[in-house]
């Protein structure tokens, strides 16, 4: 009895065995769609049966591989196109945010370039202008004290020619 489910088991492997390979040479053929899940669809087999016979799976590959005859259009996987499809929305976007940060570098440095040409704008080197500030504040309050000690002479140099003037205008 297990010879004879045995034997059924080994001409069922062997209907399917050839159903794929008939599979695998129309689409060959056609041109049609070579993956494991395409030909096991095609062949009404699970793709399990292909990953189980090696040889077999070794035939899709290599017919996978094989380059596109004359005549013979390229088949294309559905999921091969929403991959590329992906990655190219995935290119697009890091392009767009790079044109972006581009765009704004570019923005900033004619404003500034315009803002500095115009004459509105504080100039390059503020902070030695602010240093130079600095010093001729100092400068001038130096001379300030200076103003101020000079006209405290002025003062006392006029009282003293008042004084000698009103003594010389004196009668002795």
Known sequence: MTS???????????????????????ALRTGGDITVSGLARTARVDRSFLYRHRDLLARVHAAAGTPVEDGRLAAVSRVSLQTDLANAL????????????????????LGEQVWSESGLGAPLNVDQLQR???????ELAEKNGELEEKEEELKAARAANRELTRALNEPH
């Open 4 to 26: 004879g489910m045995t034997e059924g088991k080994r001409a069922d492997s062997a209907r399917r065995r050839d159903r794929v390979l008939k599979a695998l040479d129309a």
């Open 90 to 109: 995935e290119r697009n976007a890091r392009l767009a945010a790079r044109v972006r940060q581009l765009d704004k570098r570019l923005s900033e440095q």
């Open 132 to 138: 130079r500030m600095v010093m001729l504040e100092q």
